[in-house]
């Protein structure tokens, strides 16, 4: 199929010293098939209002002095909450009816990070992948090891029937009556993420997802996979990806774009724009959002739309779900 790149990069010059920068965030909600007439007006009001949610909680923190990674966690979790998206709340079904739920989250200030894949009744993943990063001794945790892991920490643990919703279960038995594969049913990836520059100068990335419907054999997609989904570093930028796993693990996407500005000195516009056009040169459709320590935001998608939102200190905060927003 045909890909043709979306040349949605908004870069945010800040000529000022990094010390006296602000603070920016960047969040998305998903990117592929999404366009006007595949959405229902009071559908597109209601994904906008749930974007400008995650965004105001997490430009909260930051406008009060926050951490960065305190911002993406926070944005994260919303999103997570929130049955529209697929993550968390919402997440779509395995082959095997099942809610297998991945996330990762990376803060740039020393490159620590922490994954979990398979998780099963963590309510929010992202604050697992937080807590694989600051209390575990190993980056990334899967299936049953990660529930228990999340046990332990005192996580809030749920259901499994919480996350299930009626149009995903729908969404599986169409899979399934039709004898699809995943990549023909999921035209939309519904991952989510959030990148933030704080006050300090630093960055942090966080991604969360329920995979592909009908997905099997225990697959993994790129989101909590570091340097492919999700990827942050002070030297660089901080990255969140959305978009057919497979491709952004082949290509490392998120380390892809942060060593592309950390070595040859380019802004991150520029960069996500070509780093998504190979992305597609290979196969692979979907989206990124990218912010730099100087207070730069990008996002760059090949896809028809991709949900969207992003604020700064000193300008209006955006919300945009298709391709010629």
Known sequence: MSLVLMLGALLISRPAPAQSAKWTLVIHGGAGTIE????????????????????????AILADGGRALDAVETAVK????????????GSVFSHDGTIELDAAIMDGRDRR????????????????????MEHGQHVF??????????IERGLEQVDPAWFATTERRRQLEELRAHRLSAFDLDVKYGTVGAVARDAAGHVAAATSTGGLTGKRWGRIGDSPVIGAGTYADDRACAVSATGTGEY???????????????????????????????????????GVIAVSPDGGAAWSFNTPGMYRAMAAHDG?????IYGDE
């Open 36 to 59: 006007r007439r595949r959405i229902a007006p009071e559908d597109d009001k209601a994904i906008r209002a749930a974007l400008a949610r995650a965004l105001d909680a997490g430009t």
């Open 141 to 150: 945790l899967s299936g049953p090891g990660a529930d228990r892991f999340s």
């Open 113 to 132: 990070a922490g994954a979990v894949a398979g998780v099963t009744r963590t309510r929010n993943p992202v604050s697992l992948a937080r807590a694989v």
């Open 78 to 89: 919303l999103l997570e909450d929130d049955p529209r998206f697929n993550a968390g709340r």
């Open 316 to 320: 209006e905060n955006k919300v945009a």
């Open 248 to 286: 952004f693990v082949r290509l490392s996407v998120a380390h892809e774009i942060c060593a592309r500005v950390r070595l040859k000195g380019e802004s991150i516009g520029p960069v996500t724009d070509q780093v998504i056009a190979e992305l597609g040169e290979f196969g692979g459709s979907g």
